[in-house]
């Protein structure tokens, strides 16, 4: 699974906010521990959070994997 920096609308890349390839977004928030909020395609809050980069994976792969 791919990450680039998220770009907001004038082009400008967000500082350690990422888009996935599959256009999940992922952010680093660091209150008061590190912590990685997901956002699915299109979607506007978090849907989950996880604590390093292979549970934003996992997260990802398991709601890609439920039924629409």
């Known amino acids: ?3 680039a920096p998220k770009r ?3 082009g400008q890349i967000q500082q350690n ?3 996935t390839d599959d ?5 680093l928030c660091r209150l008061p521990e590190s912590r990685y909020p997901v956002t699915r395609p ?4 978090p849907f989950a ?3 390093d980069r292979d549970e934003v994976i ?3 792969e398991q709601d890609q994997a439920k039924p629409a």
Request: aromatic share 16%; hydrophobic share 40%.
């Open 1 to 3: 699974m791919k990450w």
């Open 8 to 10: 907001n609308r004038d």
């Open 17 to 19: 906010c990422w888009v």
């Open 23 to 27: 256009g999940y977004t992922v952010a």
């Open 42 to 45: 299109g979607g506007e809050l």
């Open 49 to 51: 959070y996880a604590k």
């Open 58 to 60: 996992t997260i990802i």
